[in-house]
């Protein structure tokens, strides 16, 4: 009986250990990131493996045919294997700290840039340029051409975000600490790259 107790005794120290020690790596986990990820049974489901296999998939070492999903499977292990060993990481196959890391450094950021090319180019009568800092708080100059890029109109602009100094003031009052938000947040994303939009059809 002593000997049993010990052992169960044991294991429950041994399984709040692990808890312990869970908790304290999903902390150091580069946001948006909150937790490992990695290929478990059910599979890992969330926004968070969406966005890993995003990046990942961003990366020329990665296979073309490796098709980004919320779902972690064999295909990102995979994947994350591929990015792994391309960039002298170890090759545990999850999603760490130092993967994650490594993902957003290297991919973070959607690199998209205007090349100048005009409206009329693409069968449009306009074109609007939006430049986007990292921080969403930094003020930025928006301009609207016609199609063949004479400035119309320029306007201030700034992409919408959310605090990230631990404070519930709702945006958009910008603190001394607030860096605004990143690409990968949910509630309140500003979308970067080319998009087609229609200033004639009213919203639903």
């Not at 478990?40 to 998939?57: R, W």
């Not at 545990?92 to 991919?107: C, S």
């Not at 939009?197 to 009213?202: F, G, H, K, R, T």
Request: with cysteine; aromatic share 12%.
């Amino acid at each position: 009986f002593t000997q049993l107790f010990k052992n169960k005794y044991t294991m429950i120290v041994f399984i709040l250990l692990c808890t312990f020690i869970s908790c304290v790596v999903s902390s150091t986990m580069p946001l948006p990131f909150y937790r490992i990820l990695e290929l478990t049974d059910p599979n890992m489901v969330g926004n968070d493996v969406l966005i890993a296999s995003t990046l990942l998939s961003r990366d020329d070492a990665v296979s073309s045919d490796f098709t980004p999903t919320n779902t972690f499977t064999a295909s990102t292990l995979k994947a994350t294997l591929e990015f792994q060993k391309a960039n002298g990481l170890d090759l545990t196959g999850e999603v760490d700290e130092f993967t994650a890391q490594a993902l957003l450094d290297l991919h973070g950021d959607d690199q998209y840039t205007d090349s100048g090319f005009t409206a009329e180019s693409m069968g449009y009568l306009y074109k609007f340029h939006l430049p986007f800092y990292y921080n969403r708080s930094v003020e930025s100059v928006g301009t609207l051409y016609d199609k063949y890029n004479n400035v119309l109109l320029t306007f201030p602009i700034r992409g919408h975000g959310h605090r990230s100094d631990g404070s519930n003031i709702p945006w958009p009052d910008f603190g001394v600490n607030d860096v605004g938000l990143n690409q990968f947040t949910t509630n309140g994303n500003t979308v970067t790259g080319l998009i087609e939009i229609d200033l004639n059809s009213p919203e639903p």
